[in-house]
């Protein structure tokens, strides 16, 4: 596949690397909330995207919201 070949809004190279494509995993678990939603996304890519620490970190700021969200 050729630079110019890869499609990097909807099949980005890092959504790709799992047996599943992560938009599929968080629109079946997630789809009602958007708070659990980013956190998955998040976690979901972490490795994949050269920042882990970074994402990591994001995922914790959604989870928290949520957690407050249920107070």
């Keep these: 596949m050729n630079a110019e070949d890869v499609d990097m809004?909807?099949?980005p190279p890092h959504?790709?690397?799992r047996k599943w494509e992560v938009i599929e995993i968080l629109e079946e678990f997630f789809?009602?909330?958007?708070?659990?939603?980013?956190?998955?996304k998040y976690l979901l890519r972490c490795k994949?995207?050269?920042n882990l620490k970074q994402d990591l970190e994001k995922m914790i700021w959604y989870a928290k919201r949520k957690i407050q969200q249920e107070k």
């Design 9 to 11: 809004v909807n099949h």
């Design 15 to 17: 959504y790709m690397k």
């Design 31 to 40: 789809a009602d909330d958007p708070l659990l939603f980013n956190a998955g």
């Design 48 to 50: 994949d995207k050269g």
